[in-house]
């Protein structure tokens, strides 16, 4: 029988791997006619084409986010471009995730492999005080995209390395869909599944937009959560958060 020590931990576990912080704004397609150069873009196609001049900045310039939780906890995510060209990019990625107390629930640090078209991947190494660390690799990719609708996909493995005596490495897969409108407004589901503890995470959530410049966006996600297991059901909970978004 697991713990009583480990069976929380593992819960806090899942749960971050559950929260996703959005590293980048919504990929459009643009064709090689329409190849601008960042630096020359006015005012009028900034705004007419945002998610275009965001993806440009994600490539050569550093972002920064901050999320709220609705239970309190928050999350501070990095991104620093390291070496790239206008179609592909390697930045570096930092993550720190806060529980409802504001203590450290998880720190990490990895790579992360953009293309221009909306696709990537990216691998991170986690530490989680009280539990052990964690290794992830995960993968995005743009499945439709037009000038108003983005359906994009996403997917990752996750390799559990408790450090809790007896208890064994384990993996939890899972994945989503995303959807967008106009850049504005959208909505996603998830799931993810860790059989080691015969336990499911599935989530749906609808995003909005709030503000967005140059520079900065403030995006607003609300929905619900839950998680099955043989030992605890949590039923659909609400669940929402805020991101404040900046490029440097």
């Avoid at 640090?109 to 991170?124: C, E, K, P, Q, Y």
């Avoid at 539990?131 to 992830?136: A, E, Q, R």
């Amino acid at each position: 029988m697991l713990s009583i020590k480990f069976f929380f931990a593992s819960v806090l576990l899942v749960g971050a791997s559950a929260m996703h912080i959005q590293w980048e704004h919504e990929p459009v397609e643009i064709s090689e006619q329409q190849d601008y150069p960042i630096n020359d873009v006015d005012q009028d196609f900034e705004y007419q084409h945002p998610s275009y001049v965001a993806r440009c900045r994600a490539r050569r310039q550093a972002q920064g986010s901050l999320t709220f939780n609705g239970d309190g906890s928050a999350g501070l995510g990095a991104k620093v471009p390291l070496v790239g060209n206008d179609r592909n990019v390697l930045s570096a990625i930092g993550s720190v995730n806060l529980d409802d107390r504001m203590k450290m629930a998880s720190k990490g640090i990895g790579l992360a492999f953009d293309n221009a078209n909306g696709h990537g991947v990216s691998v991170m190494k986690e530490t989680i005080p009280g539990f052990g660390s964690k290794l992830t690799g995960a993968g995005h990719a743009t499945l439709f995209n037009n000038d108003k609708h983005n359906i994009g996909a996403n997917a990752f493995v996750s390799k559990n390395m408790p450090n809790i005596p007896n208890v064994p490495n384990f993996n939890t897969v899972g994945g989503g869909l995303d959807y967008t409108y106009n850049n504005k407004v959208g909505a996603s589901l998830g799931m993810a599944n860790t059989p080691f503890l015969q336990r499911k995470d599935y989530s749906a959530m609808g995003n909005l937009n709030v503000f967005r410049s140059p520079t900065s966006t403030v995006d607003f996600s609300a929905g619900f959560k839950k998680f099955d297991s043989p030992f605890v059901s949590s039923g659909w909970k609400p669940n929402f958060g805020l991101t404040f978004g900046r490029s440097f």
